[in-house]
């Protein structure tokens, strides 16, 4: 398995902006967990344990509880410090989920899981927690998101030093997280994406806002050498040729990707085998049935 991110650089660095606590930072976070609970509200059923795996400030399992689907909830951080006011509580990294086979009914990891070095390997963990008919539910951001701050950082640095390193981590592609579901084996899977466009004053004020998320450049192959003031007031002044609105203020783009997934149960929808539907597609449209020209 190759290793992409950091994780313990991850996990200073969201400490870290716990403890800095800027509440309007949290603003992707609160979408998010908005979002995920309005999902779980539609669906038809309660679900006795729940689990918010790193959610990092608790939103999601407050709006998850706040639908009156979920009779408790338990919480899986990376450090005591995010545990806050939580009754059942329990420390793992990113990469592991400490819960035993098919104990849960309903885990919600919200803007967490792009950031697994094996996430496949995490999605078979959840299946692997979740008790038969249990549901996933996950919001993370994919493809699309930052790219902005990705190709403006990319052209400052090849500008300034005639080269270019990752500065933005990867963000995968809708497609590949519904067939993550489908190799891990949930069942019905579902995967859609929402794109939100959030304007600041300046890069700066952006930067000031990923940095309070704790999600700057935490790859493992990242650049050690620090960038200078003039790299960064050139990235700003490229960022407002290229993605500036006419008041002025630049445009950042967050593309979220929802996910839905269920533990295999009997009691689930099936597709038909071929061959075996009862009723002909031509009296279905009401047409006669006849042979293609040519056909024997």
């Known amino acids: 398995m190759d290793t992409v991110f950091d994780q313990d650089l991850i996990a200073v660095r969201r400490k870290r902006a716990l403890k800095n606590a800027d509440d309007k930072a949290g603003f992707l976070l609160d979408i998010a967990a908005r979002e995920l609970a309005e999902r779980l509200d539609v669906v038809e059923r309660t679900f006795e344990t729940a689990v918010e795996l790193h959610g990092y400030t608790g939103a999601a399992g407050r709006e998850l509880l706040a639908t009156g689907k979920v009779a408790a909830l338990k919480r899986v951080e990376t450090d005591p410090a995010f545990a806050g006011d939580a009754t059942d509580f329990s420390v793992s990294s990113l990469e592991h989920v400490p819960l035993e086979p098919e104990s849960v009914n309903l885990v919600v990891s919200p803007l967490s899981l792009h950031l697994t070095n094996d996430t496949p390997g995490v999605f078979i963990q959840i299946r692997r927690a979740l008790k038969p008919d249990g549901l996933f539910l996950a919001a993370i951001p994919g493809s699309g998101t930052l790219q902005e701050l990705r190709e403006v950082l990319l052209a400052a640095?090849?500008?300034?030093?005639?080269?270019?390193?990752?500065?933005?981590?990867?963000?995968?592609?809708?497609?590949?997280?519904?067939?993550?579901?489908?190799?891990?084996?949930?069942?019905?899977?579902?995967?859609?994406?929402?794109?939100?466009?959030?304007?600041?004053?300046?890069?700066?004020?952006?930067?000031?806002?990923?940095?309070?998320?704790?999600?700057?450049?935490?790859?493992?192959?990242?650049?050690?050498?620090?960038?200078?003031?003039?790299?960064?007031?050139?990235?700003?002044?490229?960022?407002?040729?290229?993605?500036?609105?006419?008041?002025?203020?630049?445009?950042?783009?967050?593309?979220?990707?929802?996910?839905?997934?269920?533990?295999?149960?009997?009691?689930?929808?099936?597709?038909?085998?071929?061959?075996?539907?009862?009723?002909?597609?031509?009296?279905?449209?009401?047409?006669?049935?006849?042979?293609?020209?040519?056909?024997?």
């Open 157 to 296: 640095e090849a500008e300034m030093t005639g080269g270019a390193s990752p500065r933005v981590i990867p963000f995968a592609d809708v497609r590949d997280m519904g067939g993550l579901l489908q190799r891990a084996g949930f069942t019905l899977p579902v995967a859609d994406t929402e794109s939100y466009t959030v304007r600041y004053s300046s890069l700066f004020s952006l930067l000031k806002d990923l940095r309070a998320m704790g999600m700057t450049n935490p790859l493992a192959a990242r650049s050690r050498k620090p960038l200078s003031k003039a790299f960064f007031l050139r990235a700003a002044e490229i960022y407002a040729e290229r993605f500036s609105d006419p008041d002025g203020r630049i445009r950042a783009t967050f593309s979220i990707i929802y996910i839905s997934g269920w533990a295999p149960h009997e009691s689930q929808q099936k597709p038909l085998r071929p061959g075996s539907a009862r009723t002909r597609l031509a009296d279905a449209l009401g047409v006669r049935e006849g042979k293609l020209k040519g056909e024997p």
